[in-house]
């Protein structure tokens, strides 16, 4: 396998075609030029496919500003699709990359969200590690990537999908991207 590098343009543009969690970008290029499943030689792309990529070139781009819950969703894709995410294999981690993929996205509607997400006997997010540390005698906090908010971490997997769903509920993102990130901690 080979290594090649992108611009971020490209890269964000090939994540946000991702159908499938976990699919490559080799499979995310192959879908969308059209080649065969497996490696085939490159000989074998017929020359129709090659006018139509030529076409595909010509065209203008349309560059239509995102709405707030667009954005919020291709960062939260963007986060799906990336390497860091796939490979890490701690549940902790990948519940911190995504609240800041989140956080980074929307600050405001992420601050306000969090007001409404806690447990019964227990605070989820503060912004800073005493208030959520003073909620009991085993809590545990960290404080999440590139936001001045902490969260707590002591939770099994599937509370802190429940947590993350919670939190994207009340921001009011889509059902299937909710979904599909509370599939990633069942």
């Given at each position: 396998m080979k290594t090649i590098e992108v611009d971020d343009e490209l890269y964000h543009y090939i994540a946000s075609r991702t159908q499938s969690i976990g699919e490559s970008a080799s499979d995310i290029l192959r879908r969308l030029l059209r080649l065969p499943a497996s490696p085939q030689p490159f000989v074998l792309v017929q020359e129709n496919m090659i006018n139509e990529l030529k076409d595909l070139a010509k065209l203008p781009k349309k560059k239509q500003p995102l709405n707030q819950q667009e954005k919020i969703v291709k960062q939260i894709e963007f986060a799906l699709a990336s390497s860091a995410f796939i490979n890490e294999k701690k549940g902790v981690n990948r519940f911190l990359q995504l609240l800041s993929a989140i956080y980074?996205?929307?600050?405001?509607?992420?601050?306000?969200?969090?007001?409404?997400?806690?447990?019964?006997?227990?605070?989820?997010?503060?912004?800073?590690?005493?208030?959520?540390?003073?909620?009991g005698s085993s809590v545990k906090a960290k404080q999440i990537p590139d936001s001045p908010f902490w969260v707590i971490t002591n939770n099994n997997t599937e509370r802190k999908g429940i947590i993350l769903c919670a939190l994207m509920n009340a921001m009011e993102l889509p059902e299937e991207l909710v979904a599909r990130i509370k599939a990633q901690f069942n």
């Amino acid at each position: 396998m080979k290594t090649i590098e992108v611009d971020d343009e490209l890269y964000h543009y090939i994540a946000s075609r991702t159908q499938s969690i976990g699919e490559s970008a080799s499979d995310i290029l192959r879908r969308l030029l059209r080649l065969p499943a497996s490696p085939q030689p490159f000989v074998l792309v017929q020359e129709n496919m090659i006018n139509e990529l030529k076409d595909l070139a010509k065209l203008p781009k349309k560059k239509q500003p995102l709405n707030q819950q667009e954005k919020i969703v291709k960062q939260i894709e963007f986060a799906l699709a990336s390497s860091a995410f796939i490979n890490e294999k701690k549940g902790v981690n990948r519940f911190l990359q995504l609240l800041s993929a989140i956080y980074r996205a929307d600050p405001e509607g992420f601050a306000h969200a969090t007001e409404n997400v806690q447990g019964s006997e227990r605070i989820y997010f503060a912004r800073d590690e005493q208030t959520i540390l003073a909620t009991g005698s085993s809590v545990k906090a960290k404080q999440i990537p590139d936001s001045p908010f902490w969260v707590i971490t002591n939770n099994n997997t599937e509370r802190k999908g429940i947590i993350l769903c919670a939190l994207m509920n009340a921001m009011e993102l889509p059902e299937e991207l909710v979904a599909r990130i509370k599939a990633q901690f069942n």
